[in-house]
Nanobody, 118 residues
Framework: QVQLVESGGDLVQAGGSLRLSCVASGGIFSSSTMGWYRQAPGKQRELVADITVWRSTNYADSVKGRFTISRDNAKNTVTLQMNSLKPEDTGTYYC????????????WGQGTQVTVSS
């Protein structure tokens, strides 16, 4: 059974840092593009960053230079280091694992709350 478990969300002041982690179980991690998405109240879920199996990374323009995504295949863990946080970074952050070639899957975690106070 595939499971994604996020941790690290918290309340932090603007300018602070947080580190989110997502541990994947079920044997899909090393073959998945891993991503972090966020959803603010009243807004659609949006991609924050993702990292492919070849460790190619992609970031939303709003977080470039502030956030860093990384993966550790030995620990089945993807991490999002968030620096210089802004109030607009507030939201629920979701971990995603997907694959979209000759094998397809798309899994989500339950989310972790990040609140940035001004």
């Amino acid at each position: 059974q595939v499971q994604l478990v996020e941790s690290g969300g918290d309340l932090v002041q603007a300018g602070g840092s947080l580190r989110l982690s997502c541990v994947a179980s079920g044997g899909i991690f090393s073959s998945s593009t891993m991503g972090w998405y966020r959803q603010a109240p009243g807004k659609q879920r949006e991609l924050v960053a993702d990292i492919t199996v070849w460790r190619s990374t992609n970031y939303a323009d709003s977080v470039k230079g502030r956030f860093t995504i990384s993966r550790d295949n030995a620990k089945n863990t993807v991490t999002l280091q968030m620096n210089s946080l802004k109030p607009e970074d507030t939201g629920t952050y979701y971990c995603n694992a997907h694959r979209n070639d000759f094998v397809k899957w798309d899994y989500w975690g339950q989310g972790t709350q990040v609140t940035v106070s001004s």
